[in-house]
């Protein structure tokens, strides 16, 4: 079972910013497409933001386009999430995965059961 570990999370204030990272120690994420997900209480997890493998592609929901952004360190094992702008509806649970299949070449990044690694999450909270 292969390991990504979610850290950055916290609580911040309405237009403020967070970096959360998703380091996978055990392997080398380069060989998977990586995506970020959130899961609010009471709602579905969603799929916010992924990096292709090969080709470094990105894709973003339509509620954080323009104001997160995806890369990756691969000599680090790392994928990053910038978010900037933060609102209070990003406020959930966010989490990393990892995918072998190129999901995000055959458009379907954004569903939960293509992933085959999840983290263990990290809490965003965006409050006055």
């Known amino acids: 079972q292969l390991q990504l570990v979610e850290s950055g999370g916290g609580l911040v204030q309405p237009g403020g910013s967070l970096r959360l990272s998703c380091a996978a120690p055990e392997f080398t994420p380069d060989y998977y497409t990586i995506g970020w997900f959130r899961q609010a209480p009471g709602k579905e997890r969603e799929g916010v933001s992924c990096i292709g493998s090969s080709s470094g592609s990105t894709k973003y929901a339509d509620s954080v386009k323009g104001r997160f952004t995806i890369s990756r360190d691969n000599a680090k094992k790392t994928v990053y999430l910038q978010m900037n702008s933060l609102k209070p509806e990003d406020t959930a649970v966010y989490y990393c995965?990892?995918?072998?299949?190129?999901?995000?070449?055959?458009?379907?990044?954004?569903?939960?059961?293509?992933?085959?690694?999840w983290g263990q999450g990290t809490q965003v909270t965006v409050s006055s």
């Open positions: 995965a990892a995918a072998a299949v190129e999901v995000l070449d055959l458009g379907i990044w954004y569903l939960v059961d293509e992933y085959d690694y």
